[in-house]
């Protein structure tokens, strides 16, 4: 199963990840249980951001990859018939779109959105983390703009590639696609902690 969970940040998004992640690995625990952790800290909040989620996953059984870039290496690093929590594209994104050398590269959005439908028909159980921040009216500088364009085309890849889309805003779930199997993940989650 495939599910895409978007929605502002710092909202919950990635615990409500890790459970339905766990949820998909106790029902095929043979093949293993990966967080596919993307972020390259810039700063002391994404230190600290960092910490908070490895704290979060602390006990879950959860075995961390590290895949900053070229997502679908993961493929080659860990079992695809396991259980997979990525998170996020948007970190993703910006470690291809704005490289440690400080070069610009605005095809990174297009490689990414052509990388995910991979990943999702090739890996067994995935969840995929993304926040929604390109939905506001303030107009940025060019480099940013692509970047917020980028994201949004990534998730329209994720939303058409996925079996489950979600929504979390101001802690509610929204169903966007996959109501039975969405419920169905409720019920299990329900049964399960």
């Not at 998909?24 to 029902?27: K, P």
């Not at 067994?124 to 939905?135: E, P």
């Not at 509610?172 to 993940?185: F, R, S, V």
């Given at each position: 199963m495939t599910i895409f969970i978007s929605g502002g940040c710092k909202n919950g998004k990635s615990f409500y990840a890790q459970r339905i992640a766990q949820g998909?690995?106790?029902?095929n625990p043979a093949n293993g249980l990966y967080y596919v952790a993307t972020m390259r800290p810039t700063d002391k909040e994404d230190d600290e951001r960092i910490l908070r989620h490895q704290k979060e996953r602390e006990g879950w059984g959860f075995t961390t990859v590290e895949q900053p870039e070229n997502i679908l290496e993961i493929l080659?690093?860990?079992?695809?018939?396991?259980?997979?929590?990525?998170d996020s594209t948007t970190a993703l994104l910006a470690n291809e779109m704005f490289s440690a050398d400080e070069s610009f590269h605005p095809e990174a959005a297009q490689k990414i959105a052509n990388e995910m439908p991979i990943l999702c028909s090739s890996i067994?159980?995935?969840?995929?983390?993304?926040?929604?921040?390109?939905?506001d009216a303030a107009l940025y500088n060019e480099w940013t703009e692509c970047y917020r364009r980028g994201l949004a085309l990534i998730d329209r890849t994720l939303a058409k590639a996925c079996d489950v889309v979600l929504e979390i805003a101001y802690g509610?779930?929204?169903?966007?696609?996959?109501?039975?199997?969405?419920?169905?993940?409720d019920q299990a989650?329900?049964?399960?902690f």
């Open positions: 998909l690995y106790r029902q080659t690093r860990a079992d695809p018939k396991g259980s997979f929590l990525l067994a159980n995935l969840v995929v983390v993304s926040d929604t921040i390109y939905s509610n779930k929204i169903i966007h696609k996959g109501q039975k199997e969405a419920e169905g993940i989650l329900a049964h399960s």
